[in-house]
């Protein structure tokens, strides 16, 4: 009898578009695969704690990729386009490449989580026309819904122009003066905030312009600016009713299912979307700058473009924060809290610099995302690195950490429980800025804290 | 009058729509088509909500419009004719 082959756990990856949190449990991930999807979806990864409240919690075992030149491949392809079934509890969704289903289970209310299993071809075009689906279909359960549009950050503001094939989506987003102001050229998505305002997200979902949003951040919704063919090069921005405006956006609203209750779910959230946001014909043509496209839509913007609007939840502001850092490879930070001190003073600014895992030491200041089961129990944690254990997966460490204030250990996986986005390089107090301290001062406190904690505490009894 | 609108017209249940102020939008999913329709076209397609005749029709919306009856008469035939070719109403026997 030959020995079996040791069973290997499965991949996961935890996806927040639009503020709806997607589990996939992975079987059969080869690496290479994961880092095909981490590369697409890493700005809207988020640690995959088991605690997180999951929106989507789906079960994919992975096929092997066909050739796209193999035997009877056009002919698969031709007998399974894509289908979509949406009853009351269940999603379906099947095409040559994927056969998905989730069904819908009372969470804690008013929470819904869909939970369910399918198999998916080892191939990240299967995995995106899977998600797209996925997030169309549950989006407007939620009040939400996916844009066929380019959505554009300007200021402190989100613009949604939304537009078929062809109507310049990918041209508007190239003209874009900052590549990370464009939230995605393809689908964007809208979906009321806690304050009741409309926000847009960013979204993976991309097309010709290649890359999609940078971070989780949504933007306060101003102004749909539906796209239309100029007859010269002009930029025209034409205010249009509430009406008008709905038959525009059902025309790029993102939906595969047509039953009655679907379509009736989406027609009254488009008409909600509409009735409230400014709507204008946006009449350009590809040589029409920017910069005359925002002046032109300066005045159907509506007030204060420019003032400064927290991120709608904690998760939001560590995700926008992850992004900050990934792109200028240090950025500062103001840390709250006492766990730190006497290190650690209020008002101190930190520097933080990103770190591979290979580069981080014992002693060293971590900033690390703890994720919490609703977006706003996320918080960024600033703790010292004690200790690290390898685990059983290779590629993941478990780390074990302290607040020089704090007597208990914590410990965490990384990329799991929590993700660490980097270590602190330098403080700013008081106007004075200093490095951190090397790996030996840093270990001399730790261990110092180690020790002196239990002793103030027994003095203090 | 032409002999096929001769019948009772009724819309087509199965056709998600929303009220807007005045004007109503009507989805079409299995043509994947959308239809707003203006205020006229709204009370036709709301008053269709039962079996209706062009002269039920023509009677309901004399009381509305201040317009003389064979005008309306041939407004509605009009409009029937355009809802019905867009397949939002049916006969009344039909589905």
């Known amino acids: 009898m030959s020995p079996r082959a040791p069973k290997t756990a499965p991949e996961e990856i935890v996806l927040s578009i639009g503020g709806v949190v997607a589990h996939l449990e992975l079987t059969g991930a080869q690496p290479v695969f994961m880092e095909q999807l981490r590369a697409r979806y890493g700005a809207f990864e988020m640690p995959a704690a088991p605690w997180v409240q999951r929106d989507i919690s789906l079960r994919l075992t992975l096929e092997s990729a066909a050739p796209p030149r193999a035997a009877g491949r056009r002919a698969a392809i031709d007998a399974h386009p894509l289908a979509v079934t949406a009853t009351g509890r269940t999603i379906a969704a099947e095409r040559w490449d994927f056969s998905v289903k989730v069904t819908a289970e009372a969470g804690r209310a008013p929470h819904t989580s869909y939970r369910g299993s399918g198999r998916c071809e080892m191939n990240p075009f299967a995995i995106d026309c899977m998600l797209r689906v996925l997030y169309a279909t549950v989006l407007p359960r939620v009040g939400g819904m996916l844009i066929h549009s380019c959505g554009l950050r300007h200021a402190e503001v989100g613009v949604v122009f939304p537009g078929r094939s062809g109507a310049g989506k990918s041209t508007l987003a190239r003209k874009s003066l900052d590549a990370d102001d464009v939230l995605s050229d393809e689908l964007v998505a809208v979906r009321r905030g806690d304050d009741g305002t409309w926000r847009v997200h960013g979204s993976p979902f991309w097309g010709d312009f290649a890359r999609g949003g940078i971070s989780m951040r949504s933007w306060p919704l101003r102004t749909l600016a539906f796209l239309a063919q100029a007859p010269r090069d002009a930029v025209t921005m034409t205010p249009i009713v509430s009406s008008d405006a709905t038959l525009r956006l059902l025309g790029c609203f993102l939906s595969f299912a047509t039953d009655r209750a679907t379509v009736e779910r989406n027609l009254a959230v488009a008409v909600q979307l509409c009735a409230e946001v400014r709507s204008v014909e946006a009449s350009l043509t590809k040589n029409v700058p920017t910069a005359d496209i925002f002046r032109k839509l300066q005045p159907h913007l509506g007030p204060e473009v420019t003032r400064k609007v927290p991120p709608a939840s904690a998760r939001e502001m560590i995700s926008e924060f992850r992004s900050l850092l990934r792109k200028h490879k240090s950025y500062a930070f103001k840390p709250k809290g006492s766990s730190m001190r006497p290190w650690l003073k209020s008002g101190d600014s930190l520097f933080i610099q990103s770190a591979p895992e290979a580069g981080l030491a014992a002693g060293d200041i971590l900033l690390y995302w703890s994720p919490g089961a609703t977006p706003d129990e996320d918080a960024l944690t600033c703790h010292r690195m004690v200790g690290r254990i390898p685990t059983h997966t290779a590629h993941a460490s478990r780390y074990l950490t302290k607040g020089d204030a704090m007597s208990r250990i914590e410990t965490f996986e990384n990329g799991r429980e929590c993700e660490i986005l980097g270590k602190v390089a330098a403080v700013s107090r008081d106007g004075k800025t200093w490095p951190v301290p090397g790996r030996i001062g840093n270990l001399a406190r730790l261990f110092g804290s180690l020790v002196a904690i239990p002793i103030l505490r027994m003095a203090g009894r | ?95």
């Open chain 2, 1 to 95: 009058m032409s002999a096929a609108m001769a019948g009772r017209w009724r819309r087509d249940g199965e056709l998600p729509f929303q009220k807007l102020d005045e004007e109503t939008i009507v989805v079409d999913p299995k043509r994947r088509e959308v239809h707003l329709l203006n205020e006229t076209a709204a009370r036709i397609w709301e008053l269709l909500a039962s079996p209706q005749s062009v002269d039920d029709l023509t009677a309901a919306l004399g009381a509305e419009y201040d317009v003389g009856e064979a005008e309306l008469g041939e407004a509605i035939v009009e409009c029937v004719e355009g809802l019905a070719s867009k397949g939002l109403v049916v006969t009344a026997g039909a589905r």
